[in-house]
């Protein structure tokens, strides 16, 4: 399993040279979510990379109006210098495929959470294809499942932050007063703490790409490095206020010289696995709505719109079989109690007594105590 | 007569489908029970898809389903059957965001396939790739503009869909996930917690103390006063958001650009006093501040609605929904809320201006006089020329 990481700088591409990490990953300014470096630095750090026989990747992996992709110069990055290009926006993707050469590295963390797809990814890109960044909301059964499947490399982040929530839109300078020293600042850092949520201390950037925000606790798969023995990359994020220098230690722990737990100990952020065990994150939705008052189709006959009390109980009919007396109705109640009733007295909306209806329209029948207005209304079997 | 763009209004349910068709909606775009991005939205039986289409296409209008989660396989494998039944039904496109959910209706059926904006395609490159993959047409993501969208069309050789109406996410589509990491709720499956919308604390890098914001939350789009952009551009569809909105929404949104778009379509131009009257009505449903947000020029810091969202924000109410006319005589109305007798209250036809009328009379359906009504009761109310069932009453807040 290769080591990825990010470097911005000659010293953490020493470090991770030093530290035996596989591929460094450089972001340049422009077209990456998170780059701060020019593209003479990024050129450089390329070459310095090469030079050290170390694996280097340009990520390109920023969302792109169409103004933003036609400012994207590839000719400005000195490709020959790097082994991959690491794009997320399917147009960057096309450029890439069309004016360059270089292996790819697709990022697929946003979403794609199922086979048939990632299949239909892999088949596009073809020989191209250097890896597939896979997203962290797959569970680990569901990773080994794929990697086996596709059978091209996968890569999966196991330390670092958790990006929640990406726009253009500038955010935090927008809560600044117009003289505040900060909107002069390249980035702009700070920590959110939302009335909703017991999560405190989400941590929001804003840079050129827009603003960021990251979950309050960093991924942690450091303890689970052996079964992920299948991956073909483990990315480690060292970025934003963390210490590069911690990049000895991650090796030690890939090297098993150190414990993923004794890491945790050392490791200045809170922590999560994430949905590394398990993905459950559809099991609340039963709970968004009432589904009693949600219709189902067999033996429908409509909903309850007006009760008076002693008189009559008006329904509108929707389904597809109208009421005659002498049916027997079944409703069920918004809170989920089920009433029968025989059709004994049945009127049209000019009170007129009726034998039957048709399927469409509202018709009044005798009052049965008990149904609420909103309770779906069924031919009792 | 100018081509226009279809006006694709949103369907939370079956009533609201009709209430969007019958007022001028070209479109509707609806979820079945499951693979939609509103759980919490009533949505479609198969039933009700098929009394759906069929009340649609009666009335030539197009129906499009969402299936436009970001599945995984286990939500896959009931997709095929789903999708067939589309096909039987005669569903008119399919709005998928997902390599996979592509790949399976494509293997299922011969229904066209709509980029969901969830994808976020923002530039002909990208166009061009999703065309690749079978799309007919993509739903533009919420940060490209009307010109860009224009060029897109153009150069990538497909239909293109902007959003011209509604609440915005602030993020890209299908990048936001703070629902599924501090709620449990995946937001791309159809439980977004709506976290962008609610008060946070900011401390800055500088300073000690906090900030209160609702830093994240958008105004809402509104493109009306743009709409001639998108007819020069030739914008294949322009959407209204708000499958979770209420009747009056789907019937006030559906009926101003409706009108718009074919007071464009005779005469070419929007000179006309009318823009003051559709401008004023899409203030009389709920809504946050609006913007243009991207449609002309980047969205700044003033599409931040950075305030807490209050109900009532508007000055009008729905009072209800006709169920019945009888000519001459009354009105049935399902009452939403309450209203009182002698009160003045508007019945919004499906074209032209709204009715004001005195409820000078109301009568309960055993037709005792009632002087004042309760929600989820029926009553009559005196007939108004030109009322016609699903019609909208509405009334200014007391």
Redesign the interface.
């Known amino acids: 399993m290769l080591v990825v990481t990010y470097i911005q700088n000659m010293k953490e591409l020493g470090l991770a040279k030093e530290h035996g990490v596989s591929e460094v990953i450089i972001s340049p300014k422009g077209p990456s979510r998170f780059g701060t470096l020019k593209d003479s630095e990024v050129n450089e750090l390329g070459r310095q990379a090469k030079e050290i026989g170390l694996k280097s990747v340009l990520e390109l992996d920023a969302l792109l109006t169409e103004q933003e992709l036609l400012n994207v110069d590839l000719k400005s990055y000195e490709l020959s210098n790097f082994d991959a290009l690491r794009v997320q926006d399917p147009g960057l993707l096309e450029l890439v495929l069309h004016k360059t050469k270089l292996p790819v590295q697709l990022i697929l963390e946003g979403g794609n959470h199922n086979l048939p797809g990632l299949m239909e990814w892999r088949d596009y890109l073809g020989p191209r294809l250097d890896r597939m960044v896979l997203s962290i909301e797959l569970p680990k059964d569901k990773l080994q499942e794929y990697k086996e499947a596709l059978s091209v490399p996968v890569e999966f982040l196991v330390l670092g932050r958790i990006l929640l929530f990406y726009t253009p839109r500038n955010l935090l300078s927008a809560m600044l007063p117009e003289d505040d020293e900060l909107r002069t600042k390249p980035q702009i850092t700070a920590v959110g703490e939302s009335e909703e949520s017991p999560h405190k201390g989400f941590p929001v950037l804003e840079n050129n790409r827009g603003t960021f925000m990251f979950h309050i606790k960093h991924q942690f798969l450091m303890e689970h490095l052996s079964e992920l023995q299948f991956l073909d990359a483990a990315r480690v994020d060292l970025r934003f206020d963390s210490d590069f220098e911690l990049i000895e230690k991650v090796k030690d722990v890939f090297n098993s010289k150190m414990s993923g737990k004794e890491f945790k100990e050392i490791y200045p952020f809170d922590v999560i696995k994430g949905f590394y065990k398990v993905n459950k994150s559809d099991v609340l939705f039963k709970k968004l709505k009432n589904s009693r008052i949600q219709r189902k189709d067999e033996n429908y006959i409509g909903e309850v719109l007006e009760i008076k009390k002693g008189s009559h109980q008006a329904i509108r009919l929707k389904g597809r079989t109208g009421i005659q007396k002498g049916m027997k109705l079944l409703f069920i109640a918004p809170e989920g109690k089920e009433f029968s009733c025989p059709v004994v007295e049945l009127k049209n909306t000019k009170l007129e007594d009726i034998e039957k209806t048709t399927d469409e329209g509202l018709v009044l029948m005798n009052y049965l105590g008990g149904v609420w207005v909103k309770s779906q209304v069924y031919i009792q079997e | 007569m100018i081509k226009v763009p279809e006006l694709l209004a949103p369907a939370g349910s079956?009533d609201k489908l009709k209430v969007a068709v019958d007022y001028g909606a070209d479109a509707v775009y609806l979820a079945g029970?499951k693979f939609g991005l509103r759980?919490?939205?009533?949505n479609f039986?198969?039933?009700?898809l098929e009394e759906g289409v069929k009340y649609a296409h009666d009335r030539g209008a197009v129906v499009y389903t969402v299936i436009n989660g970001?599945?995984?396989?286990q939500?896959?494998a009931e997709l095929p059957e789903f999708v067939k039944i589309l096909e039987s039904l005669k569903i008119d496109a399919i709005i998928a965001?997902?390599?996979?959910?592509?790949?399976?209706i494509k293997d299922n059926s011969n229904i066209p396939i709509h980029l969901s904006t969830?994808a976020?395609?923002?530039?002909?490159?990208?166009?061009?790739?999703?065309k690749?993959?079978g799309v007919e047409r993509v739903v533009l993501?919420r940060?490209?503009?009307i010109k860009?969208a224009g060029?897109?069309k153009r150069e990538a050789g497909v239909e293109v869909e902007m959003f011209v109406h509604g609440s915005m996410c602030?993020?890209?589509s299908?990048?936001?996930?703070?629902s599924?990491?501090?709620?449990?709720?995946?937001s791309?499956?159809?439980?977004c917690?709506h976290?962008?919308r609610?008060?946070?604390?900011?401390?800055?890098?500088?300073e000690e103390a906090?900030?209160k914001?609702f830093?994240?939350s958008?105004k809402d789009l509104n493109g009306l006063a743009v709409l001639e952009e998108f007819i020069k551009e030739g914008i294949d569809s322009i959407k209204v958001e708000g499958r979770m909105k209420s009747h009056l929404y789907a019937g006030t949104i559906s009926k101003v650009y409706s009108e718009a778009l074919k007071y464009y379509a005779e005469h070419g131009n929007f000179l006309s006093d009318q823009i003051y009257e559709w401008e004023r009505e899409l203030k009389k449903v709920t809504h946050r501040a609006y913007a243009a947000s991207n449609l002309t020029e980047?969205?700044?810091?003033s599409?931040?609605f950075?305030e807490r969202e209050s109900d009532p924000n508007v000055d009008y109410i729905m009072i209800g929904n006709v169920?019945?006319t009888v000519k001459d005589e009354f009105m049935?109305v399902?009452v939403k809320n309450a209203f009182e007798k002698n009160q003045t209250l508007e019945l919004l036809p499906f074209t032209g201006a709204a009715v004001p009328f005195k409820a000078n009379e109301i009568t309960?359906?055993?037709?005792e006089s009632v002087d004042r009504t309760k929600p989820?009761?029926?009553v009559k109310v005196p007939w108004v020329e030109g009322a016609a069932k699903n019609n909208i009453l509405r009334a200014q807040r007391c």
Do not use: P
Request: glycine share 8%.
């Open positions: 079956l029970l759980s919490a939205a009533e039986t198969i039933q009700e970001f599945l995984h396989d939500d896959l965001s997902d390599l996979g959910v592509i790949k399976t969830q976020s395609c923002l530039n002909v490159e990208s166009a061009k790739f999703w690749k993959q993501g940060e490209t503009s860009e060029k897109i602030m993020a890209y299908g990048n936001c996930v703070i599924n990491f501090t709620q449990g709720r995946d791309n499956r159809g439980g917690a976290s962008c609610f008060e946070y604390s900011l401390k800055f890098e500088n906090k900030k914001a830093f994240m958008s980047k969205a700044d810091a599409t931040i950075n169920i019945d049935l399902e309960g359906l055993d037709n989820s009761t029926l």
